[in-house]
């Protein structure tokens, strides 16, 4: 089993900057690879943001962020960052964290299904 915590969130405004970190705990040699998604409000499914691979570091980004987000590793801590810029108030959501075990190949990344563990979120509200 993974455990995984996300925290960073906050209320910013637009323009501005956030870091989301999420912190793995467990059986962490089994991950391959850790993203974020994010739940638009009235939405009812999240979105893919991002994705790293565990050993490499290979990144993966949807295009709307593509130049502000940044996504990152620390593997002695086992924690992963979103570094978000130029936030823009359709960046607000509930930003999760997932972890695949199953070595996905990159057009499943996007995939909820293919993630095994999943956070419990941590908002983010960007202002106007």
């Known amino acids: 089993q993974v455990q995984l915590v996300e925290s960073g969130g906050g209320l910013v405004q637009a323009g501005g900057s956030l870091r989301l970190s999420c912190a793995a705990s467990?059986?962490?040699?089994?991950?391959?690879?850790m993203a974020w998604f994010r739940q638009a409000p009235g939405k009812e499914r999240s979105e893919f943001v991002a994705?790293?691979?565990?050993?490499?570091?290979?990144?993966y980004y949807v295009d709307s962020v593509k130049g502000r987000f940044t996504i990152s590793r620390d593997n002695a801590k086992n924690t992963v960052y979103l570094q978000m810029n130029s936030l823009k108030p359709e960046d607000t959501g509930v930003y999760y964290c997932?972890?695949?075990?199953?070595?996905?190949?990159?057009?499943?990344?996007?995939?909820?299904?293919?993630?095994?563990?999943w956070g419990q979120g941590t908002q983010v509200t960007v202002s106007s």
């Open positions: 997932a972890a695949d075990r199953s070595q996905a190949v990159v057009p499943l990344l996007a995939h909820m299904g293919t993630y095994d563990y």
């Open positions: 467990g059986s962490t040699f089994s991950i391959y690879t």
């Open positions: 994705a790293i691979r565990w050993s490499g570091g290979s990144t």
